[in-house]
C-alpha cells in the first residue's frame, strides 16, 4: 500500500471526527486513535478494497465504544468548541453563526442518529456503506436517518432561546 | 402501476431522492409521483437544505495542514501495513504471528511496540482441533512398540502417503539442530479431515509431536489467513498451534514454554521457507 493513500484520508476523517464530536481536540484524538487502531488491525482490511468506507470502520467502533472519551467532553463542559468553529471566518458572519447552530443542533442528536446522518449528508456514503461502517442493517439505517432528519429540522426551526446547549448526557461508568 | 403510484412516497423513497440514491427511469418515476405531493415536497426540499448545510460544515477542515502528530500515525501505520505486505510476499508470517510473538521473534521495534492481546484473543482457532493433537499426542508418544505408522526410514513414502491423504503436500521439519531426529508419522481421523501426526524423539527419550490438517473451510476468507501462535498449557502436555492458510499445526512436547516456542519456530520457518 502507498503511505500517500492513507494520508490522503486524514483530512475527511478530520472533518467527520470535528462534526461527530464537536470538538477540535477530541476530533484530533479520535483521528489519532483511529489511525493506531488502523495499525493494529490491519489484517484486516484487503488490499483492494474501500480504504476511506475501512477507516470510517474502525473510527465508528472507537467512537461508540469509547465511553471515556464522552466522560472527558461531559468533564470540559461545553460540547461546542465555538473558538474552533470562529476561524471558518472565510464567509461573513452569518455563515459562523449558522455553522455553530447546526453543530449544536447535531450534537443534540442521539450518537446513533448523528452517525448516519453525516456519513450519508457529509460523506455522501451509500446507505448500504452506511449499513457497513455502522455494522447496522440496512432498514435500522433508514429508520436512524428518518428520525435524524425529522429531528434535527425542529431543533433548527426551534427559537434559538429554548435550545438550551445542555443536553442529557448519557449516566457513564468509568470501566477500570 | 396505477395503484403504486397513488400510493403516497415512502421516507425511504424521499431520502433516496434526496441523497440521489436512485437514478434514471427510477428516478424519473419518483420525481413525478413528488410532483402530486406538496407535503413531501416541502419535506424535500428542507432535507436538501439539512444536506447542503451539512456538506458545507468544518469544509475548512479539509484544507488545514494535518497536524504532525496525525501525520506521524499514519506514517507509522503504513510502515507497518507495508511491512506486513511485504512479509505476506515473501510467504513469511502474517502480522499475527509477529505481533503475537512480540518479543525475541523480531528485533524490529515496530514490531515490539504492538504486542497485541487483542489479536490473540479475536483470531478463531479451534481448540478442538488442540484438544484432538494433544489425545494423539498421549496416546501414542508412550507406545513403545509402534509409536508411528511409517517409521523415518521410509520418509519419503510417508510425507507422500500423507501429502496425498491430507491434501496439501507436506513438509516434515528437520529438528536435529535442536537435537530432535524423526520417528515416524501416521494418518489420524479429525472432526474436519485427516490428520497426519509426525513424532520427534531427542536423546533423552523426549517425544514431540506435530499434529496438522485443514481446518473447517472458514466463512470469511480473511480467517483462513491469520497466523497466530497460541501456548496451550490445559491438559496433560503443552502444545502451540497455529493456523497457517487454512491448515492448522499443533507441536506438543512435554517441555516448558520457551523450550517448545523455539522448536515451533524452527517448524514453522522450515514449513514455510
Known amino acids: 500500500m502507498d503511505p500517500s493513500d492513507l494520508l490522503a484520508q486524514i483530512p475527511g476523517l478530520r472533518r467527520y471526527a470535528r ?54 467532553r461531559q468533564q470540559t463542559g461545553a460540547p461546542v468548541d465555538v473558538d474552533a468553529l470562529a476561524h471558518e471566518l472565510a464567509a461573513p458572519n452569518d455563515t459562523t453563526a449558522l455553522a455553530i447552530d447546526l453543530q449544536r443542533c447535531l450534537l443534540q442528536l442521539p450518537e446513533e442518529q448523528r452517525t448516519v446522518l453525516l456519513l450519508v449528508s457529509m460523506e455522501d456514503m451509500s446507505y448500504e456503506q452506511v449499513a457497513q461502517v455502522t455494522g447496522s442493517p440496512l432498514g435500522t439505517v433508514m429508520s436512524r436517518l428518518s428520525r435524524a432528519r425529522a429531528r434535527l429540522q425542529q431543533l433548527l426551526d426551534a427559537p434559538a432561546s429554548t435550545q438550551g446547549i445542555p443536553f442529557a448526557a448519557p449516566v457513564l461508568r468509568r470501566l477500570k | 402501476m396505477d395503484s403504486r403510484s397513488t400510493r403516497p412516497l415512502s421516507d425511504d423513497e424521499l431520502h433516496a431522492l434526496v441523497d440521489g440514491q436512485v437514478s434514471g427511469a427510477a428516478r424519473s418515476v419518483l420525481e413525478e409521483r413528488l410532483a402530486l405531493e406538496p407535503d413531501a415536497q416541502a419535506r424535500v426540499a428542507q432535507w436538501q437544505q439539512q444536506k447542503r448545510r451539512l456538506q458545507g460544515l468544518h469544509r475548512a477542515v479539509l484544507d488545514e495542514a494535518v497536524p504532525s502528530p496525525l501525520l506521524e500515525a499514519a506514517r507509522q501505520t503504513s510502515r507497518v501495513r507495508q511491512s506486513a505486505d511485504r512479509w505476506w510476499r515473501m510467504g513469511g508470517m502474517a502480522a499475527g504471528v509477529v505481533l503475537s510473538f512480540g ?38 508418544a508412550p507406545e513403545v512398540r509402534h509409536p508411528v505408522e511409517v517409521t523415518a526410514a521410509e520418509q519419503t513414502h510417508l510425507v507422500h502417503w500423507l501429502s496425498k491423504r491430507l491434501g496439501r503436500t507436506l513438509k516434515v ?32 527419550g523426549t517425544r514431540l509431536t506435530l499434529y496438522l490438517g485443514a481446518m473447517q473451510a472458514p466463512a470469511q476468507s480473511e480467517v483462513t489467513k491469520e497466523t497466530a501462535f497460541r501456548f496451550e498449557t490445559d491438559g496433560a502436555v503443552p502444545s502451540f498451534y497455529w493456523v497457517e492458510q487454512g ?17 515451533a519456530q524452527a517448524v514453522y520457518q522450515q514449513i514455510n521457507q
Not at chain 2, 518479543?103 to 479475536?122: E, F, K, N, V
Request: charged share 15%; with cysteine.
Open chain 2, 247 to 263: 491448515f492448522g499445526y499443533a507441536l506438543s512436547g512435554p517441555l516448558q514454554r520457551d523450550a517448545l516456542m523455539q522448536l
Open chain 1, 19 to 72: 462534526a461527530l464530536t464537536g470538538n477540535t481536540w477530541a476530533a484530533d484524538d479520535l483521528v489519532q486513535d483511529t489511525l493506531e487502531r488502523a495499525c493494529s488491525k490491519w489484517q484486516l482490511w484487503t488490499v483492494g478494497t474501500d480504504l476511506r468506507a475501512w477507516l470510517f470502520t474502525v473510527m465508528h467502533n472507537l467512537y461508540a465504544s469509547d465511553m471515556r472519551r464522552t466522560l472527558r
Open chain 2, 103 to 140: 518479543m525475541g521473534w523480531l528485533t524490529h521495534t515496530h514490531w515490539q511496540d504492538r504486542q497485541s492481546g487483542t489479536l490473540l484473543s479475536r483470531i478463531p482457532v479451534s481448540s478442538e482441533f488442540v484438544r484432538q493433537a494433544r489425545y494423539a499426542h498421549t496416546v501414542y
Open chain 2, 173 to 204: 521439519p528437520n529438528l536435529s539442530a535442536q537435537g530432535y531426529e524423526l520417528v515416524g508419522g501416521r494418518l489420524l481421523p479429525g472432526d474436519t479431515g485427516a490428520r497426519a501426526q509426525f513424532m520427534f524423539q531427542n536423546g533423552a
